[in-house]
T-cell receptor, first 110, second 113 residues
Framework: KNEVEQSPQNLTAQEGEFITINCSYSVGISALHWLQQHPGGGIVSLFM???GKKKHGRLIATINIQEKHSSLHITASHPRDSAVYICAVRGKTSYDKVIFGPGTSLSVIP | GAGVSQTPSNKVTEKGKYVELRCDPISGHTALYWYRQSLGQGPEFLIY????????DSGLPNDRFFAVRPEGSVSTLKIQRTERGDSAVYLC???????????FGPGTRLTVT
């Protein structure tokens, strides 16, 4: 069993739809990252959170430490949101390596 | 300001050759990470530097892989006797402090033929 899992693996949505991507993990963490990777592009950090909820524009990230679960929500989705979204966790000690999930490939159709 | 940069952006090499991949972190960032991402998979940790020293190199797959950061800034990932299985995108990230938010470079796509 992978230490970080994501669902769904692939997601196709119509423009304007509300999107949720889920991440669950099995290790104790000090922080969780949501990252965005466009085809052929580098990785951009969207959020780093260790509790509660963060919002940036149309993106919202939540985390439930007790349940070891995080969600990334995209409101009013747009084709430019099409990318791979990766959940990554950092272990309890700050120098621990980051463990990445497999990614969720999102395609938003006009 | 300038982000993390990596050179080259693409590298094609023949099996058995030696390659060097370079990472320029954000100025002042003390922590530097190397990751490898194979097609269709999430990145995998290779090595982490705090300053000049490798604090954790447990992700390096074997002794053909080596990385240095002699002055605590630029880092070079070195791969000897490359194999086709080494083909991947090699990502570098830096953070201001240990445990801080990581900023990723664009990656170097390595293809071993």
């Amino acid at each position: 069993k992978n230490e970080v899992e994501q669902s769904p693996q692939n997601l196709t949505a119509q423009e304007g739809e509300f999107i949720t991507i889920n991440c669950s993990y099995s290790v104790g963490i000090s922080a969780l990252h949501w990252l965005q990777q466009h085809p052929g592009g580098g990785i951009v950090s969207l959020f780093m959170l260790s509790s509660g909820k963060k919002k940036h524009g149309r993106l919202i990230a939540t985390i439930n430490i007790q349940e070891k679960h995080s969600s990334l929500h995209i409101t009013a989705s747009h084709p430019r949101d099409s990318a791979v979204y990766i959940c990554a966790v950092r272990g309890k000690t700050s120098y621990d390596k980051v463990i990445f999930g497999p990614g969720t490939s999102l395609s938003v159709i006009p | 300001g300038a982000g993390v940069s990596q050179t080259p952006s693409n590298k094609v090499t023949e099996k058995g050759k030696y390659v060097e991949l370079r990472c320029d972190p954000i100025s002042g960032h003390t922590a530097l990470y190397w990751y490898r991402q194979s097609l269709g998979q999430g990145p995998e940790f290779l090595i982490y530097f705090q300053g000049t020293g490798a604090a954790d190199d447990s992700g390096l797959p074997n002794d053909r892989f080596f990385a240095v950061r002699p002055e605590g800034s630029v880092s070079t990932l070195k791969i000897q006797r490359t194999e086709r299985g080494d083909s991947a995108v090699y990502l570098c990230a830096s953070s201001l402090i240990q445990g801080g938010e990581q900023y990723f470079g664009p990656g170097t796509r390595l293809t071993v033929t």
